[in-house]
Each structure stands twice: as C-alpha cells, then as structure tokens.
C-alpha cells in the first residue's frame, strides 16, 4: 500500500481510540522496550505526545529513562525541516509549537553524532522495518544524520502492514519497532 493511504487508515484508527485505550497502550509499548538490549546507553531521543493527534504517550518511557539516569534528548523542530535535539533537564520548560508539539523554549543542544537511541514517532510501519509519519521529513533528515549504529526504534500502536510500497532511497528503516503485543526486530 502507499505511504498516503496509509496514512489516512492509520491517522483515522487512531483517532478512533478512546483514552483508556490509548494509556493502556502506551504503557504495554513502555514495559516492552524493557526487553530490548538497549539499556546501556546514555543518550536517548524521545519525542513528546501531540495529545491531539493521540500519540502513544511517552511520559511511561520517560519515567523509564529517568529511573536508569539516562541523558533524555527531546526534538525542537527548526527551519528546513531540521530537529534540534535539547537536552531535558529539570529547568527545561515545554511550550506547545504550532502543531500542538511540546517543545523546549531553550536548552542544550546536543549534537547528533551523541545520540545513541532514538525512538521514533510514526503512523504505519511494514514487516521490513519501513515507517510512515507524517510526511514532512523532519525524521528522515534526523535519521540521516545520525551514526550508523544509533538504535532507530518505532513506537506504533498497531501491527505491522506487510508492505509499504513507495519506499524511497532517502527512507531509514528502523531496528526495531515496538508495539502494546509484540516487538518486530529487524537488525538481523
């Protein structure tokens, strides 16, 4: 299926979620990223939910992160299509852009070649590890810039469809993706 329908199918389903739902969701997604061998790194980039749009919350894996002291990067979205990527401490102070998308004000900035494990906001994935956001390419930039070894994990509310068939060139599949039932390892 191509990107746009299933962008479509999958903004509605979840749209559809009620809120119980939803934060069960999230928290199963939460306690099975405990099963992935990623625990012993020290910079992780978590988005934040767009309640809105009923993202999966992150506010569980950021307790997650927490709880271990990692060093907990969240996305600010520059010009060009370009993250900045601030480092969460106790002083940052979060405001809503124009997407509805919680961002820091200010912060540190940490350089991507840093990062170590980002976890990936998305729509659709397929059963090769290809993703399907919201199509403005913010992740993808990221994604491109990042090492070779960093951990690209997808967190998605439904499982995987069997193919995303207008994959391009420029599209960074994932290492894992991780759902509230199953976690779909493509790093072999």
């Known amino acids: 299926m191509l990107k746009k329908g299933l962008r479509n199918q999958y903004t509605k389903l979840r749209l559809s979620m009620d809120a119980e739902t939803l934060d069960k969701a999230s928290l199963s997604i939460a306690n099975q990223l405990l099963k992935i061998p990623v625990w012993d790194h020290q910079y992780y980039h978590l988005f934040l939910q767009i309640a809105e749009k009923k993202e999966i919350d992150t506010s569980y894996i950021l307790t997650l992160l927490q709880g271990r002291d990692k060093d907990v990067v969240i996305p600010r979205m520059g010009d060009q299509n370009q993250l900045q990527h601030i480092l969460l401490t106790d002083s940052t102070r979060l405001v809503k852009n124009k997407w509805n ?10 350089p991507v070649e840093d990062i170590d494990v980002v976890f990936i906001p ?3 994935f397929d059963t090769k590890g290809h993703r399907v956001g919201y199509g403005k390419g913010f992740y993808d930039i990221f994604l491109a810039a990042c090492r070779p070894e960093t951990v690209k994990i997808g967190l998605s509310l ?13 599209d960074i599949p994932l290492d894992y993706c991780v759902t509230p039932e199953k976690i779909y390892d493509f790093t072999s």
């Open 101 to 110: 998308i919680p961002e820091p004000v200010k912060g540190l900035q940490v």
């Open 122 to 124: 998305l729509l659709a």
């Open 158 to 170: 439904f499982e995987a469809t069997p193919l995303i068939s207008d994959v391009q060139k420029t």
